[in-house]
């Protein structure tokens, strides 16, 4: 069954099945790039998750050492700042645990030193589901954000699932693991949505942590875009607010 949303859907595209079928408690995984990308990709969406009962966690591959242009502001002062920032925003949603690889900010590559790092993550958190950066969005999207997502995909499929991938892993103790599920964020084309309508006030209670990047806007004005523009995206399924992905699925 294709999984774009009818008007009246036998089942809510905001509850992803777990790997056999039934409903229980699930553990998802965030990979994206910076700090603040998962909040405004997907913040509604993991506090309704962390509602719902959900274990979350966040791996980012920087720690946006970069996103400042105060004089005077180093790169490593900027790393704490944001890192703080970010484990004060998660810890608003309800997420577990934040993990910083520390690439530095603008120099992302896909490099199988990467890929072997998301593997790790994957096969210690053992995730149900991934929610990380569409690589294929069509149009302009920050480098870093395609090659996270690109090398997020592959960590998934097939490397952290293959006992041949990586297999000093498996020396150390971590097993392989499968992913069954992945939703791709900032996508030009969702066919996945999340019923977010009663969590924008978390969205934005987790934003505004990121004082360094969102500080000086003016709450009720952050809170009229991101209103209007989850309200657009709810147009497609018929819901009030939503968050869209496209679900890459392998049954």
Same mark, same amino acid.
């Given at each position: 069954m294709s999984p774009r949303a009818d008007k009246k859907p036998k089942r809510k595209r905001s509850d992803p099945q777990s790997k056999d079928g039934a409903d229980g408690p699930r553990h998802a995984l965030v990979i994206v790039a910076h700090p603040d !990308? #998962? &909040?405004f990709l997907c913040g509604g969406t993991v506090a309704r998750w962390c509602s719902e009962g959900w274990t979350v966690d966040y791996v980012l591959t920087t720690s946006g050492d970069m996103g400042s242009k105060e004089e005077g502001?180093?790169? =490593?002062k900027l790393l704490a700042i944001r890192e703080k920032e970010q484990r004060a925003a998660a810890k608003a949603l309800g997420v577990r645990d934040c993990t910083f690889l520390r690439i530095p900010d603008g120099y992302v590559e896909d490099t199988v030193e990467l890929r072997g790092k998301l593997v790790r993550e994957i096969r210690r958190i053992k995730p149900d589901l991934v929610v990380t950066w569409d690589p294929f969005r069509r149009g302009f999207n920050h480098? !870093? $954000?395609r090659l996270t997502g690109q #090398? #997020?995909?592959d960590a998934v499929y097939p490397l952290a699932r293959n006992p041949l991938g990586f297999p &000093? $892993?498996?020396e150390e103790g971590l097993e392989v693991h499968r992913v069954n599920e992945v939703l791709l964020a900032g996508t030009d084309q969702p066919d996945y949505y999340v019923d977010v309508s009663k969590f924008l006030g978390k969205k934005i209670e987790a934003l505004r942590e990121h004082k360094s990047q969102i500080g000086q806007a003016p709450p009720k004005e952050?809170? =009229?875009r991101l209103r209007a523009r989850m309200a657009e995206v709810g147009k497609e399924p018929g819901y009030k607010l939503a968050e869209a992905f496209r679900r890459i699925?392998?049954?």
């Amino acid at each position: 069954m294709s999984p774009r949303a009818d008007k009246k859907p036998k089942r809510k595209r905001s509850d992803p099945q777990s790997k056999d079928g039934a409903d229980g408690p699930r553990h998802a995984l965030v990979i994206v790039a910076h700090p603040d !990308d #998962a &909040e405004f990709l997907c913040g509604g969406t993991v506090a309704r998750w962390c509602s719902e009962g959900w274990t979350v966690d966040y791996v980012l591959t920087t720690s946006g050492d970069m996103g400042s242009k105060e004089e005077g502001m180093t790169r =490593k002062k900027l790393l704490a700042i944001r890192e703080k920032e970010q484990r004060a925003a998660a810890k608003a949603l309800g997420v577990r645990d934040c993990t910083f690889l520390r690439i530095p900010d603008g120099y992302v590559e896909d490099t199988v030193e990467l890929r072997g790092k998301l593997v790790r993550e994957i096969r210690r958190i053992k995730p149900d589901l991934v929610v990380t950066w569409d690589p294929f969005r069509r149009g302009f999207n920050h480098r !870093d $954000h395609r090659l996270t997502g690109q #090398a #997020a995909l592959d960590a998934v499929y097939p490397l952290a699932r293959n006992p041949l991938g990586f297999p &000093e $892993h498996l020396e150390e103790g971590l097993e392989v693991h499968r992913v069954n599920e992945v939703l791709l964020a900032g996508t030009d084309q969702p066919d996945y949505y999340v019923d977010v309508s009663k969590f924008l006030g978390k969205k934005i209670e987790a934003l505004r942590e990121h004082k360094s990047q969102i500080g000086q806007a003016p709450p009720k004005e952050l809170q =009229k875009r991101l209103r209007a523009r989850m309200a657009e995206v709810g147009k497609e399924p018929g819901y009030k607010l939503a968050e869209a992905f496209r679900r890459i699925s392998w049954g």
